[in-house]
């Protein structure tokens, strides 16, 4: 993947199982909030970037530079005050089908169990419920839980959580994932352990990804394009090309093209680019 001189970011080669995911059109998007004080706080402002079918793209910035907020508009889980989102070259007027979202927290009902946790999406869409049981028992497969369908949320760790989340979003085959720092309570060997998983079901599933992150290595090692957001309001101050070829592992984060790319992330954010680490 490339980009252009206007920073949108070019499709890949298509995939070879002739599936794909949504491609995502950002147009000088806005979003301001109005305070009970009366006074005005814009969060985003012109932010502006595609996101081309079955890519995986990371969006870094600081804390309260709209990350979240940009997730939720895309989601159709919040309106802009300005500008368009078009999903497959439709606007975005709110959630839908084939949109799946996983938060930072897992979000599990503590009574369900792994399985029946998974199956909340198929019934509010009103989907067939045979048919989601048999794509909720693949996806538990895929994501390593098949030995824990009938487990309850107390029962599994932190990562396994996330995995459980993780099934349910994916229920309804979306063809875009929205992920909004899944990892980030995570220890540091788990988080690592996750990211290796999510790419590894990306790359069976290969929707669009979207994947909210504090830590400029993860969202290296992860993706396509790594968007950098400025501090509030929220722009983007570049878009990064990872052209690392997968499958990848984390030995790649020490190769000097990627520790170059972190210094410069880092260095736009704002951080020393020694000693530095997430």
């Known amino acids: 993947m490339a980009t252009t001189n206007n920073g949108r970011v070019q499709a890949p ?28 706080l ?6 502006s970037f595609d996101v081309a079918p079955s890519s995986f793209v990371s969006v870094v910035g600081a804390s309260g530079c709209g990350k ?8 159709g889980l919040s309106e802009q ?59 538990i497969n895929l994501v390593g839980l098949s030995s824990f369908e009938n487990a309850r949320p107390a029962e599994l760790s932190g990562g396994m959580q996330q995995r459980n989340a993780l099934v349910r979003a994916l229920l309804h085959d979306p063809k875009l994932l929205l992920m909004d720092e899944p990892f980030g309570a995570l220890d540091a060997l788990t988080r690592e352990t996750m990211g290796l998983e999510l790419l590894r ?5 290969r929707c669009s990804v979207i994947f909210v992150t504090h830590s400029v290595t993860e969202a290296l090692f992860l993706s ?54 997430e």
Do not use: H
């Open 13 to 40: 080669p298509p995939t070879t199982d002739g599936t794909g995911g949504s491609r995502i059109e950002l147009r000088n998007v806005e979003k301001t909030y109005r305070l009970r004080s009366g006074d005005r």
């Open 224 to 277: 396509d394009t790594v968007v950098v957001m400025s501090s509030r309001p929220g722009r983007v101050s570049t878009i990064v090309t990872v052209d690392v070829p997968r499958p990848r592992d984390l030995s790649m984060l020490s190769e000097p093209e990627m520790v170059e790319k972190a210094m410069q992330i880092r260095e736009l954010l704002g951080a020393s680019p020694v000693g530095v680490g």
């Open 81 to 139: 005050t300005s500008g368009d989102v078009l999903l497959d070259g439709n606007p975005v007027t709110g959630p839908r089908r084939d949109v799946g979202v996983v938060f930072q927290a897992p979000e599990l009902l503590p009574w369900r169990t792994v399985l029946s946790n998974s199956l909340i999406g198929a019934e509010i869409l009103g989907l067939d419920m045979a048919d989601a049981k048999r794509r909720a028992l693949e996806l």
């Open 201 to 205: 079901i990306w790359g069976t599933l």
């Open 68 to 75: 979240s907020t940009l997730l939720r508009i895309i989601g």
């Open 42 to 47: 814009c969060a985003l402002r012109d932010v």
